[in-house]
């Protein structure tokens, strides 16, 4: 595979949108530390076990046959006659984690079914092979979701989990050495094929735009690691998913053609903390295609322009993979990639290890004040059934805050789920409250989101499938008050912070200092809600660190705010513990930039000095890239079209009569509001683009076509003032 990226490179043909950054190659010291990495992600339990991986094959040959069967058997029952019942013909194709040969031990398989035109989606596979495949005892936990944007099967097959779409051609006979990547295969196909095909031809087309693939899985397994660890691997939560993590690798891997994995780490770290969105992360230029199909583009489609993070898919029809990141998700992960490439160039200098960077995310520690969801259901199918319904419309609850509160509420929702052995048939979300402006105490203005939570709830709750014990809560937890059931072996753990949290928690703490003092933060986080007798929870933040701005308004149907500087709070309690028992050991790369490096680091004064020139080279190089086409593509719509768009965009569709399941819930739901000073509180004056690093707030905040400026607080200040959010809520009450 070695050869791959050289055989590119001298025929001249450049892999990506842009020149490489950099040709430089390993030295032998990267080779040493490269080897050492991928020791270290065996060691962890990254790599399957030689014979689980003929028992994946076992399985994805016996499939292959059953679909072959299934195939002659609907042809036969639908009156062809016996030579086309012959001819006639299924393939089974994979696609995701496994093609891309990054997959663990005991993931899924993402499979694909490719039919021809008489075999139906609704009555054939669904019907008919879910039908053969129920009878099978080597089948087990069956479950299909005939309703999602991706129609998809689910199921075991020998112990080996199976996820199993669909795709019906336009031609009567599917060969054997069917070709998917060309576009021709898409001729007359419906939404849904299109959809179900994207997956299979996405996975082979990053593979042949990497220059070397092998660094490329050894790469993207560190990175998927990382994001796990980290708590920023989900893309129902709002995060990033297994294809988005592969095309942000792939992205790197092609500057940085003949770089070893060590290094691609670090230079992804670098890229995308200089990466200014929505500027897209792009594998190839995207082509129009001769079939009419719609390609991503924010300059002709107003729906694109909503997309915060946009990384497009390098098969046609090329579309945004990660439309679902919100301003409070893309925050978050912003922020981790400069903790990244923080920790990396710490390990360039032998100051640094891979333990640092693996650190698991303190999340139950991380904030004072979290939104926990609680779902629950009679029995084991409606179960199956109700999660997967709330799992895909968790996001909207933290679009509707974001909204809601004029951004101003940051939500950071755990991308788990976590089970009380207790209580069958249920399990709980958690999603972390932080504010990120403060206003003077005595210029508070409240904000109620109790409609927030009844709109959230009323949407989960039209459930098409709804049935009796079928429920959902929502209620305010504090730190201390957070379940047992959520820690490893159900023991919360005492605080074990790392050096770095402590120094986090002690700028927080300097901040607060100067804001007022730390003694009165905490008087009034003692405090309780007037005429309702609960604690009130303050959650205050430093004001924006030094070299920040001010930020730029958001533009809402009914006032316009300004977003200031995405500063994430550091941890009140910073913990290591979490439910993640995997850690990594030590293996720092120590590596220095290959254009200047030739021998292991030594302690001379000419090693950082060439460094830093070449860092300043590469985010010259960086910086370039933004200047695209694409580079600041939108005049980013209203917040509420925002949410419209991206609630109803890409979501599993319902339809059906469900009036009598959105009723009011008010009458059991208490109140959470969140105080802060004047909603249209604004500081456009303050805002400079000279003083931008790793984003461009005007990009990243939605400014709207006409702005409005409020008069500018002094010391502005988020106080959040919560009482509770709901008791359980039966069906329709």
Known sequence: ??????????????????????????????????????????????????????????????????????????????GLNEQLVQEANAKIFTFGSYRLGVHSPGADIDTLCVGPRHATREEDFFGELHRMLSEMPEVTELHPVPDAFVPVMRFKFNGVSIDLLYAKLSLWVVPEDLDI??????????EQTVRSLNGCRVTDQIL?????????????????FWAKRRGVYSNVAGFLGGINWALLVARICQLYPNALPNMLVSRFFRVYTQWRWPTPVMLCDIEEGSLGLQVWDPRRNPKDRYHLMPIITPAYPCMNSSYNVSASTLRIMTEEFQRGYEICEAMESNKGDWDSLFEPYPFFTAYGNYLQID???????????????????????TLKIERHTYNMLQCHPHPGEFTDESKPFHSSYFMGLQSIKEVPAGEREQFDIRMTVDEFKQTVNMYTMWKPGMEIRVSHVRQKKIPAFVFP??????????SGERKRSLEMKSGLDKL???????????????????????????????????????????????????EMDGSSEANTERTDT????P????????????????STASVPSASSNSNEAEKVAIEKMMSGPYGSQQDLPELDELEVDVENAHQVEYSGEAAKLSQETSSVMEAVEIGISGATAAHSSSFANGSLEELEPAELTMPGPVQITAPVQKKPLIRLSFTSLGKATSHGS
């Open 587 to 602: 293996a720092n790369n120590g590596e220095l930039d290959r254009s200047v490096q030739q021998s292991p680091p030594l």
């Open 1 to 78: 595979m070695a050869d791959l990226g050289v055989i590119n490179q001298y025929n001249g043909q450049r892999l990506g949108i842009t020149e490489p950054i950099s040709f430089g190659g390993p030295t032998e010291y990267d080779v040493k530390k490269t080897h050492e990495l991928e020791k270290y992600l065996e060691n962890v339990g990254l790599y399957e076990k030689q014979e689980e991986a003929v028992r994946r094959e076992e399985v994805l040959g016996r499939l292959d046959q059953i679909v072959k069967h299934w195939v002659k058997t609907i042809s036969r029952a639908k």
């Open 489 to 498: 072996g159900g023991i919360r753990p005492r605080s074990t912070r790392s």
């Open 516 to 566: 007022g003092g730390g003694k009165r933060r905490k008087k009034e986080n003692d405090d309780t809600v007037s005429g309702v007798g609960l604690p009130r929870l303050s959650a205050s933040l430093p004001s924006i660190s030094e070299g920040g701005h001010a930020g730029s308004p958001i533009s809402t149907a009914t006032s316009l705010v300004k977003v200031d500087h995405l």
């Open 181 to 190: 990547s060309q576009d021709s295969i898409l001729q007359n196909a419906d």
């Open 208 to 224: 042949r735009l990497v220059p070397n693939i092998q660094n490329f899985r050894t790469t993207l397994r560190c990175m998927r």
């Open 375 to 397: 779902i629950n259901a009679e029995n084991a199918d409606d179960y199956q059934k109700w999660k997967g319904w709330v799992e895909s419309r968790l996001r909207t609850l």
């Open 582 to 585: 995997e850690m990594l050991h």
